[in-house]
């Protein structure tokens, strides 16, 4: 796992993922605000390349996951979890002990 802008994983996620997919997560949730000390955004490679990716924004003491996509041929592998864990261990490294995730109210 590395990290990652949000141009860089916007960039590699658009290669990695389908157009549609990436796009509308974008639209739906921007990213530029994953950066700096107020959030965390990690990259999984594989061989070098971009096999997903995954971020978390801290909101106080709590950190709110996002931005979790893998490409196809990299799921049912493993990648997602490990880049939530590896998420999950960053927020604790940088003293944020609490991950929630919230989901849209619209899809209950």
Known sequence: MESGSPAAVSRRA???LSE???DQALRDEPSDDLTGT??????ALDDG???GCAGARFLGD???PTKVFTRGEARGRG???QLVSAVERACVELG???VRLDTRG???
């Open 20 to 22: 549609d997919e990436v």
């Open 96 to 98: 944020i002990d609490v």
């Open 38 to 43: 107020t959030s965390v955004l990690l990259v």
């Open 49 to 51: 390349e971009p096999v």
């Open 14 to 16: 658009r290669v990695a």
């Open 106 to 108: 619209e899809l209950a």
């Open 62 to 64: 709590v950190a709110e």
């Open 79 to 81: 990648v997602g979890r």
